[in-house]
Each structure stands twice: as C-alpha cells, then as structure tokens.
C-alpha cells in the first residue's frame, strides 16, 4: 500500500458516486494518510535510499567483473589455482621477490570473492580502484612487507569516496572524506584493499543480515548463518575468496564469525590498533571498547599482519595508541607456558563439540610439555549482566533506538528492536513477573534497563574495574601465562542468533576485562557430538539453553574452535599460544 494507491482510489470514489460516498471517502483518506502517512514516507525514502546503494554495488560487481574477464583474456590466469593455495606468508615471499605478478593475485582473488558472494552474499562493495592502488604502488621503491597482498575490509571501517553504513540507511549518503587509520597504514605497507564486506544491522547482533545489502550465509553450509558482526568477513576467507581481513570486536564480533566459517581471528588489547575512521556501533559508548584485528586461515598471517601493522605509520597517523611494535621475543620464546583452562564458564554450558574441542588441545598441550591448570572465571551470570549488557545497553538503548527509528529495521534484530522500544519502567515489571519462573529472562531484561542515573553509571565503571582486578588477582595466584577456553560454535542454523545475545558468554568477557583473546579452529562436529548434544540441559534447563541446543543442532562437519586468551598488552604471548595450539593440532591430525 502507498499515498498514491491511496490517492487513485479516492479520486476513483470521487467520479463515481454519490454525494455521501464522497464524502466518507474524503474523510476515510485524510484519516489513513494521517495514520499512516509518515510511515509509508518513512518507508518510501527508505526504499529509495536502499536502492540506489544497491545499484551502486551492483555497478562495482560489474565493473569488477569486465576486468578480471580482461585479465583472463590476457591468457594470465593460468596461475589462478596455485595463488588461491598459497598460504599468506608463501605468497608474501614470492609477491616479494618479484615471481608472482601483484595483478595476478588481486584478480585470482577477485574472481574467486566474485563467485563466492554470489552463493553467500558475503561483500557489501568491491573498490573498484584497486587498480590505482597497485600504480601508486608501483612508485614506491622499497616493497612493504603486504606488498600486493589483497585485503578485505569490515563495511564500517572507512574507506574513502564509500559509506559506512553499519546496515542503516541514513548513513547512506555520508562518503567517507579519507581512509580510516587502519586502512592508510595497511595501503602504506603495500596491500591492496579490494572488498568490504557485510555486517548486521547496527552491529549489535550477531547474524551478519541486514536490509540494504541482506543476509550473508554460512561458507560451510549455506543453512546456517555466517555469525557476526565481522559476518561478511568470515564468509569470505572462510570460503577462500580473501587471504587476510580486518573486523572489529565489541563482545565477540571478530571471534563468532572466525568460529562460525572455521578461520582464526584475533582481537587485541584494545586501542593496540587505532580505530580512528571507523563508525562506532554505539555513540560514545566507552564501557567496553572496540577493538580492530585481523582474521585469515591461519595464526602465521595474523603474525604476519600484526607484525606489519604496528608500524610508526600507525603510531604517527594516531598517536592514542600506545607506541609498541610488535615483540618478537616474547612471540618467539619457547619456554612451557601456565595454561589456565575452563571447560565451562558456568554460565553457558558448551555443547559436546565445544567441550571436546578444549579437552583435545588441553591434552595436546600436556604432552606438548605445558602445565595445565583448572581456573574457574568468578561471576560469569553478574560479569554477562550487570557488567557487559548493562555497558552495551547503557543509555537503556536510547541511541541504538534512535539509529533504528531511521530505518526498517532487518528481521534478525527484531528482539534488539523490542528491548530498546520497550520503556524502562514496562522492563522493571516484567523483569519482576518474570523472576520466580525464568530467573536468567528476567535478569536480561533488568539489565538492558542501562543506568538509572550519572551516580549508578560511575558505580557501573568502577564495579567494571573492580571486576577487571578481581579476575587479574585469580590470574595472579595461579600464576598464569594464558588462558584456554570453549569457543561458541558450530554455526547457527538462521534464525537463532537474535534470541541468544546471552550465549555469547565465552567472548564478551574478554571484552569487559580488555585482554586480547582469539580463536583456532581444531576441529568439526563429529556424529558423536551431535548425538550426545540431544542430552543437553545447559545449566539452568530455561528457554535460553533449549534455544541454543535448537541452534547448535545438525551441525555435522561444521568446524570448531577454541579460545585463546591472555593479559592486557600480552597480545604477542596470545598469538604464540595460538601458534602452539595451531601447531600441535595440526601435527596431530597431519593437516599440513
Ligand atoms: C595446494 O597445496 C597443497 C599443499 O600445499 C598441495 O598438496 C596441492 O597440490 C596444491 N594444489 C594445487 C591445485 O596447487
Ligand atoms: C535490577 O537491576 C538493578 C540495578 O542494576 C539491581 O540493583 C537489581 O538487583 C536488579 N534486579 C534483579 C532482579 O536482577
Ligand atoms: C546443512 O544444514 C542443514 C540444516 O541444519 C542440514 O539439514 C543439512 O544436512 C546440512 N548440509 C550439509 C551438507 O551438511
């Protein structure tokens, strides 16, 4: 239904009939275009907005297209197989010493991204300018240690001349005026950004859909969704069509998707990298911090990349961040590490495949000659609570509320769209009905209430550092290097994520204490698993645990992984527990 329709029938009515019929007509659409009128306005600029993004998308897809058919005709696309199988530091080496062409493996990339997005509806845009990347390139003598390599791009990282969305519509229209830090300082050590890639509809979501550019699926199994909100991102390596990505991570955004598509993420201490020129997901938000890092297939990329990107460049360009390059000694020291281990946090009880993805690194690593020790992380329900929703949903979801109210908002973020319609006071009651039957419904609801007022959010900032202390003192007593956890995986089957912001336990606490964490995938779900996950109860047997068992459910072959974590400022001693991991899981299963 539109004004217009609205319009013709009443001037239908008008030449018709009789006096009285006009009347009541007249009447009728006056009241329906009052009633509705803003809405389907609202709407309309909506649709219009929307579509002129995805005709400008379309016309990237194409133009992409025309080049790499124009770089196969050049009969150079013959080494297409072998580039899409060499891992990132053998295609660094050979970009280096001048043996593959740098066109070569931005359009071996490009077609494979190109035919992936078709089945997956993984990237936003592709830059089309790639090709004026690789000539300024070209006039730099000295090659940067990403020279050539093609890099894809988180949609809210800015990119200069393109939107930064986050999945809403008003931000449309805003082009970026220059490139975000991250992506100046990645173009000044040689890579080439070719692609950004899908998010959920303000981020606060993890299923990557959102309504201007949709949903993007799963590379493993295209019933099950892709996580998020670095979503596109993990589709796209995950699938192959991209070798290195950035995301960002505000309670798991990096980690679930690299989980979900079987990839390895790293979130690092916040503020390690600069986030200036990147849209935040909340507006002033400061509780808990976005942090960006990389994803790619495998733990020596993201050394590869970290190692690249803690440069002067970056130091210069955004002199907030702490002026550290990269330790090598602490990453390459060898000495048996203290490995704190949960197989719960007590909060979500991990499914089988999630248990045994720990306990198989845990005994790996025993034999590896590591000690291992059992730690139990204090308060997982009051850190899930009272701590990171209380952060996330701080203003009571006023501002996310007031960035939904300019769209239509996306399917996979109805429950977020209710908890911050819904008034405070109508929260507080249900969350008082509530307790006696479904104890953890009714503390999520209390908590997205946010601060009541200035005097509870200083309690809320210092009950966090208080938390942070508490949780480093527990470290400190066991004397710690690391900590080993359940990952949250398999993929969800569609549909599920927007009812489970509760299941995210495992990564959102990494958050809240602001240690940098990642993930490796170690293994899949086995038949086993998925026959002992019909006995799982969760922890409180509630609607919660029922629907996370219904989200997990056949997910046979899908990959698995484990969480990797260490103490602020340690992100080299995480990656080198993550290389350990990596290795001693591969040597084990012979994967080379
Ligand atoms: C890909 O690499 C693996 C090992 O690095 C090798 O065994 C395989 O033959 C390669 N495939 C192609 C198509 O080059
Ligand atoms: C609800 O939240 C308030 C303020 O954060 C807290 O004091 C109270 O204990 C919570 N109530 C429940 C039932 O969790
Ligand atoms: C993909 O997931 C669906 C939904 O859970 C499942 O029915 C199907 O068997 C899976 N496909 C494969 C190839 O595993």
């Known amino acids: 239904m539109d004004l217009s329709l609205l319009h013709d029938k009443w001037k239908q009515v008008l030449s018709e009939h009789n006096w009285q019929w006009k009347v009541l007509a007249t009447v009728g659409c006056v009241l329906v275009a009052t009633i509705y009128g803003p809405k389907w306005n609202k709407k309309r600029r909506f649709l219009k907005k929307v579509k002129q993004e995805r005709e400008r998308r379309a016309k990237s897809v194409r133009l992409m297209e025309g080049k790499v058919t124009k770089f196969k005709k050049q009969g150079s696309g013959a080494d297409c197989r072998r580039i899409l199988n060499m891992s990132l530091p053998e295609l660094v080496k050979e970009l280096q010493d001048g043996s593959v062409p740098v066109e070569s493996v931005l359009y071996s990339y490009v077609n494979k991204a190109l035919e992936l997005d078709k089945d997956l509806n993984c990237v936003t845009v592709f830059l089309t300018d790639c090709e004026a990347q690789i000539e300024e390139l070209k006039k730099i003598k000295t090659k940067g240690p990403l020279y050539g390599v093609p890099i894809s791009i988180k949609e809210h990282i800015g990119y200069k001349g393109h939107p930064s969305t986050c999945g809403l519509a008003q931000y449309i229209d805003e082009l970026e005026n220059e ?46 969704g892709s996580s998020g909100s670095t979503g596109g991102e993990g589709a796209l390596i995950g699938g192959g069509g991209s070798i290195l990505g950035f995301g960002t991570d505000i309670g798991g955004s990096i980690r679930l998707p690299s989980s979900f598509c079987g990839i390895t993420g790293f979130k690092p201490t916040p503020n390690r990298l600069s986030t ?5 997901c909340i507006d002033g938000l400061q509780s808990v911090l976005v942090c960006v890092g990389p994803m790619a297939r495998d733990v020596d ?29 602490v990453y390459t020291e060898s000495k048996p590490l203290r490995v704190g281990y949960y197989e719960t946090d007590g909060f979500t009880l991990p499914n089988p495949g999630m248990r045994r993805a720990v306990l198989e690194i845990k005994t790996l690593l025993e034999a590896a000659g590591h000690t291992l020790v059992p ?28 960035k939904l109210d300019k ?56 009950a966090l550092q208080e938390y942070q202390t508490e949780f480093i003192a527990e470290w400190r007593k066991l004397d710690l290097d690391v900590i080993l956890c359940p990952m949250l995986g398999p993929a969800f089957n569609i549909g599920y994520a927007k009812g489970l912001l509760v299941a995210i336990s495992s990564t959102m606490l990494y958050n809240v204490l602001q240690f940098p964490a990642g993930v490796v995938t170690v293994t899949s779900v086995t038949e086993e698993d998925e026959a002992e996950l019909k006995n799982y109860k969760g922890h409180y047997n509630d ?13 046979v072959g899908l990959p698995l992984s484990v969480q990797c974590a260490s103490l602020p400022y340690q992100d080299e001693l995480c990656l080198r527990f993550m290389k350990e991991v990596e290795t001693l899981n591969r040597a084990h299963k012979n994967i080379k």
């Open 179 to 224: 490139d975000s830090v991250i992506v100046k300082v990645l173009k000044k050590q040689g890579a080439i950004v070719f692609a950004k890639t899908n998010v959920p509809q303000t981020l606060i979501s993890y299923e990557s859909s959102n309504p201007i550019y949709g949903f993007t699926c799963n590379p493993h199994n295209q019933s099950k």
């Open 276 to 280: 200036l020129g990147i849209r935040p």
């Open 301 to 329: 990329s993201l050394v590869l990349c970290m190692k690249a990107v803690l440069c002067d460049e970056m130091f210069k360009l955004d002199p907030t961040v702490p002026p550290l390059p990269f330790n090598d000694k």
């Open 375 to 402: 730690f139990t992380p204090p308060r997982l329900d009051y850190v899930k609570y009272e701590l990171f929703l209380k952060a996330i949903l701080g203003d009571g979801g006023k501002t996310l509320k007031e």
């Open 407 to 462: 769209n239509i908002c996306d399917p996979h973020l109805k429950d977020l769209n209710i908890i911050v319609s819904t008034p405070g006071f109508l929260k507080k009651l249900m969350s008082f009905v509530l307790w006696p039957l479904y104890p953890r419904i009714s503390k999520f609801i209390n908590a997205t209430r946010g601060a009541s007022s200035v005097k509870d959010h200083w309690h809320h900032q210092t």
């Open 543 to 555: 609607p919660f645990d029922r629907l996370f068992k219904e989200a997990v459910s056949g997910g």
